[in-house]
């Protein structure tokens, strides 16, 4: 056992460090990138982007990477204080040593997941506070005062502990009781729990936090009434959000499935964009439904979640999964909370190499969005509309190029505008 121990301890480091040169490489990569193209705005562009904007978008990007190095930096040295140094062994071995055992051995896991939950989000608060009122504030982004943050820590952590701890402990039930098959049961629980989850985020939880309204003008809400009509959607699911409450910056989404789903604008979008832009912006959403982008995600996710269950069945059973992560398991108490919290810990370390794989995909559903947005609308309206938004977001039209194929989830602005050049020349031929 002692020999797989080490072994294990080995890979993990390895994989630790691995993952920690990777993105340092990846976020200098982008660093230089940007700011060798600062100079001048790209050719594509010269007409419609000031170089002040630009320059904007430069500094901009490059203070996030900057500080995204510092957060990883950060994130890589809390990890290994957590597992090698002992952090999740000392917090396990005062909580079995407490009188909480007294009450069955569902409450000690319990108070080991939250216990943890607590430090990390206090250790990440720091990180959070920088990025909105230093980062965001610095580029005029940031619309929240310190009491609307505060507001907002405090809703989340409750309403994450009233929807987080009932799964989670039947979840460690299942895992305690339902025999050596438990992890088929908690991944049948835990996409229950998922899909409760998305009726539940754009019609409970959302609310919680923002006012979602029907769009009130009147002209706009015929526009895009008679363009989701001919896309054959129910016109109810449009909400218009007050995304200017906590920020500038503008964006729209689509969310849920069956009667739940609906398309949110933010109002600093509507604000931005003219009505045939609006329209081509929705088109691109109806497009993901279209697609079936939603039902797609949530089959992939479950496959995931599968494969991570069964691996997790397996490796809670292994005590090298433990000693290799500097943790003694519990002779005489359950294990289940300390396998979920190492594997949890453990797995983006190998999933972030697979990544991009995912970032391709939703490249790849962004432009089919895109191409079904320019077959309902005029192309030229999502054109500009794409270019307001870049601009007003300040993201930089000159990413580099390999860090775009790791982390982008939409295509550079060069990338979505060139591919609907050509179709929009077809068109008109
Ligand atoms: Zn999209």
Redesign the pocket.
């Known amino acids: 056992m002692t020999d797989y121990s080490l072994v294990f301890t080995g890979v993990f480091s390895a994989m630790l460090v691995l993952g920690l040169l990777a993105k340092f490489y990846l976020a200098s990569r982008q660093i230089r990138h940007v700011a060798r193209h600062r100079g001048a705005v790209p050719a594509a562009f010269a007409n419609t982007i000031s170089l002040e904007a630009h320059q904007k978008a430069a500094d901009y990007t490059i203070a996030k990477a900057r500080f995204g190095m510092l957060e990883m930096a950060f994130g890589a040295a809390v990890l290994l204080g957590w597992t090698l140094l002992g952090g999740i062994d000392a917090l396990n071995q005062a909580l079995a040593g407490s009188s909480l055992g007294a009450y069955g051995t569902l409450l000690p896991q319990l108070a080991l997941l939250a216990a943890f939950g607590l430090v990390s989000g206090v250790l990440d608060l720091p990180f959070t506070l920088y990025s909105t009122f230093r980062i965001e504030e610095r580029f005029g982004f940031n619309k929240m005062t310190f009491k609307l943050w505060l507001a907002d820590l405090v809703k989340s952590t409750l309403v994450g502990l009233v929807i987080g701890l009932p799964i989670v402990a039947l979840i460690l039930w299942l895992m305690g009781s339902a025999g050596s098959l438990w992890w088929l049961w908690a991944w049948g629980a835990w996409m229950g729990f998922n899909l409760l989850v998305l009726v539940l985020y754009p019609t409970v939880i959302a609310p919680m936090f923002n006012k979602f309204k029907p769009l009130e003008d009147e002209a706009l809400k015929a526009r895009v009434t008679a363009l989701m009509q001919r896309c054959g959607f129910a016109a109810k699911g449009l909400f218009v959000m007050d995304g200017s409450k906590r920020s500038a910056h503008a964006n ?3 969310t849920g499935f069956g009667a739940a789903k609906r398309v949110v604008f933010y109002d600093t979008l509507l604000k931005q964009l003219s009505p045939g832009e609006v329209d081509a912006v929705l088109a ?2 109806l ?2 439904f279209k697609h079936k ?1 939603i039902i797609k995600r949530i089959v992939s996710m479950f496959a995931m979640s599968l494969a991570g269950f069964a691996l997790l069945g397996w490796l809670s059973s292994q005590v090298w999964f433990y000693t290799g992560l500097g943790v003694r398991p519990n002779l005489n108490g359950a294990n289940d909370a300390l396998a979920l919290l190492l594997f949890l810990l453990v797995v983006p370390l190998f999933s972030f190499f697979i990544s991009p794989l995912f970032a391709q995909f939703s490249r790849k ?2 432009f089919e ?2 191409a079904y947005a320019v077959a309902q609308t005029d192309g030229r309206d999502l054109q500009s509309a794409l270019l307001k938004l870049y601009q007003d977001n300040a993201s930089t039209l000159t990413p580099d190029p390999v860090f775009v194929k790791f982390y982008y989830s ?1 295509p550079p602005a060069s990338e979505r505008l060139g591919r609907m050049t050509p179709s929009l020349e077809s068109a008109t031929t």
Do not use: I
Request: cysteine-free; proline content about 0%; glycine content about 8%.
């Open positions: 729209a989404y689509f691109h959403e497009g993901h982008h559903h962004e969005a895109d939409h």
